[in-house]
Nanobody, 122 residues
Framework: VQLQASGGGLVQAGGSLRLSCAAS????????MAWFRQAPGKEREFVAA????????YHADSVKGRFTISRDNAKNTVSLQMNSLEPEDTAVYYC????????????????WGQGTLVTVSS
């Protein structure tokens, strides 16, 4: 599975961004998808995940109520809608894929996109 993330940029606090991740190479619906992020000087952390058919999602407490993960299996894409952005959300965001059930640990994911930078100014 090849993953290509896009949609990052510079936004003011309180603003919104929508990240997208395009997948190719396999039957997309067989793969759980997730977003992780890595802030400067910090370890990569889990943000959100979605099951292969999109019926189940999970969001980290730090983004719950502000971010929403979704997918379109017809277009082989997964998205992360980010609202009410805070400076603490500044990070490189990565999409990841694994066959089967989603997990929260980055080591569970076999495929990674290249990352897209989100910068939130105060």
């Amino acid at each position: 599975v090849q993953l290509q993330a896009s949609g990052g940029g510079l936004v003011q606090a309180g603003g919104s961004l929508r990240l997208s991740c395009a997948a190719s190479g396999r039957t997309f619906s067989n793969y759980a998808m997730a977003w992780f992020r890595q802030a400067p000087g910090k370890e990569r952390e889990f943000v959100a995940a979605i099951s292969g058919l999109g019926g189940s999602t999970y969001h980290a407490d730090s983004v719950k109520g502000r971010f929403t993960i979704s997918r379109d299996n017809a277009k082989n894409t997964v998205s992360l809608q980010m609202n009410s952005l805070e400076p603490e959300d500044t990070a490189v965001y990565y999409c990841a894929a694994r066959r089967g059930t989603y997990y929260f640990q980055e080591g569970s994911y076999n495929y990674w996109g290249q990352g897209t930078l989100v910068t939130v100014s105060s």
